[in-house]
Each structure stands twice: as C-alpha cells, then as structure tokens.
C-alpha cells in the first residue's frame, strides 16, 4: 500500500509557517514530507488524496489532564472560593465512589479529548485500572501513576513495594508509556518524594507533578502551616514537614533539592510562581503545563502566563479534569491563555503563534515525545501523523488567532498515526477523497 496524501485549504504544521492550499504525505502512519499541495502530489503521482476542509494543524497534546474522572464533571460544574473548598468538594465524591469504573470513566474522556482535536495527553491516573485507556483509544503520551497519601512508614512498609510491583506489571502487560506522578509537595512525606525521584530514574520514568496551585502551597513547605497543612492533618497524614514546622523552602526550591526537578520532569499549573521559581525551572529545563479555566474553577486568577513567556520559560497548555474544568476542549484554555497575557501586559505580536505552539509542540516537549522517530506536536518528515481538522477559514487574518479565536468547539476531525494513513476519530465532516490529481 503506498502513500495517502491529506490536504486542506490551510495546513498549519508548527514546525514551519502554515501553508496555503498544503498537504503532507503519510505512510504507515508516519508523514513522508509536508508542503504546498501542488508539489506533494507531483511527487507522488497516483496516491490517494483525502481533502479536509478548513484548517489541518498539528495534533493537540493535552499536557495536564485526569481522563478517569470525566464522571465526576458535578465537581467541576461550579465556581469555588478557594483550591480547599473545592478539594473537599472532591474529595466527598471521590471517596464515595467505591466500585466506580474508573476504565470506563476514562474512556470517556478519551473519546471527548479526541472530539476536540487533541491526540496526546498527559494523563494522572490515580486508580491502576485506568492506565491501558491512552493506548486504547489510540491516543499517543504517558498514563502517569499517581502516588499519594503515603508517610514515609507507609511508604517503606508497603508502598515502596506496591509501586515498584505495580510498575513492573504494567510494563510487562504492554499498556503504553507509563511515568511517575508524585502528587504534590503536600501529599507526600518527605522520605517518599525523594525516593520517588529515585525510582523514577531507576526506572528510566518520566514524572509529572502539581505544583503552586493553591496560594497556600508556599506556606506550607515554608513553615508548615497555613490551610493546607490544616487540611492534611484533616486527612490524617503525620508528614516531617508538619513535625518539623516547614522546610525554610518554598515549594520548588524543597522538589529540587530532592531530586525531583529536571528534563524528565513537568509541573501542572504553577498559579503562583514567583520570578526566581521561574529562573529555577528554567535552568532544570522543566516545562509548566498550564490549566487556566480549571485554576478559575477554582478561584484562582490563573498564572503569570506573561512572564512565563517573555522569560523564555517551557510552557504546554492542560485541561485538568472535568472535575474542575467546563470541557476537554484544549483549544478554550488556549483562548483564556491569550487573554490572560494580554491582560498581565504582553505585548509582543508573537503572541498568537507561541500559545498553538505550548498547545502542540510545547505539551510534546513536556512529555519527551518531541523528538525521535515518531515524534509528536508537529508536522514533519517522520513526526506520527497526529492531526486535528477545525471548521475554521483564516481569510486574511493571522492563522494562529483565528485558530484560538474560532477554532474552539469547531473540530470536524481528528486523526492518529495508528493506522496506514492516519486513524480517523469521530468524524464530523467526511474528507473528499479521490485518485490522483
């Protein structure tokens, strides 16, 4: 079977400018070359051309998300005061949840990601029966195993054991690229988190974390008080920071100095970074995937996206769970990210471009999966055929903003590279295919 030529009015391949009237030939689910329409078919006379409508983009990678509480979206429905009220309000839905299918859950919210363009995600799964969904589904990206709640007894008496086994299995099962979720600073004894980043590295795993979500985060690695420190002994949870009355260190400083931070590693949400966190996440090379209607969600203004930005600091762009966020729709948190910066005072006319690229390429380079064979986030000689077709038509305008402006709820369809030419997801618009050209 030879090559399949997808082509669009307007293809938007990240890695390059967009192209008018483009197209990409693709092979065993791979892309052979991506350019003008014209000079892709002429190179590969008699393949079988599918012609989207609207603009084709480089397939959406969803950099912070929890597929397997798409079923908890009552949590998410409303606005609260503070990131406490709303983690009771989780917590009473979660814990009563016994028997839940979490599988099942996830899958969902598989199936709503690809609707909405997205073909990778960073996926936290609490619950193990949800980490083969992502392979599944044909979604490419990593199911992170979350680990919480453990003291460092715990933890050396049967966590360590649990985690490691579990991991083992997992890998020996096949179901897809698996990494490390240690929770946040304040779901773990100290011990725990830097063994987990230990583990991780034995492993050759990646790691995923929450990070500065609440104002009070700072607090509590500092000194030991505050909100959250009231809320995990709440839970029940004696962690040396409580006994010890903080760490003197803010939230970032206390990971790196445990081992947690680097190129392996990226933080979800980071509301509340101040200028030398952001320096420091610089220099470990650790990319921040941001979830802006989930942080208002909430109550929460969102992050200093600005500053991220003129910085040069490594952004993605998440959804969060429906259980604190409207939808799975990437493209809206994209939207509120612009209007976000333009509010924090950026200026700069690159605005546009560098949010679609933290939404493709960005969440890539927080996975470790911009690179290699197979690579994901743009379009280019041996990148998957990972796309999203949006019923959207630029005109004149700039490309990027249209496609954050008008591009959100508007996808016809999604395309992964597990298949020969690209696998098509949830079709809302048939491609016109035909022989030759």
Known sequence: MGAVIHSAPLVMPVSRPPIRDGAMAVLRGRVLEVGPRREILAAHPGAEELRWPGVVVAGLVNAHTHLQFTGMAEVGRRVYDTFEEWSNAFDAVYFSSAGADWAGSAREGALLALRHGTTAVADVVTDVEAMPVLAQAGLAGISYLEVLGDTDASWAETGRHHLTSTVRELGAAGTGAVGLSPHAPYTLDTGVLADLAVLARGFGLRQHIHLLESAHEREYTVSGTGPIAHLVRELGFDFEILRAGGTGQGPVAFLDALGLLGPHCHVAHGVHLDAEERALLRE?????????????????DGPPVAALLEEGCAIAVGTDSLASSPSLDLLEDVRLLRALALEQGYRAPDLSRRLVEAATVGGARALGLDTGPGRIGSLAAGTRCDFA??????GERDPYLCLIEDGPGRCVATVTGDDHAGRVHLVNSTPEGHRGC
Request: glycine share 8%.
């Open 389 to 394: 077709v949006f019923d959207v038509d630029p």
């Open 284 to 300: 470990r090379g650790v990319s921040v995937a941001l979830c802006p209607r989930s942080n208002r969600t909430l109550g929460l």
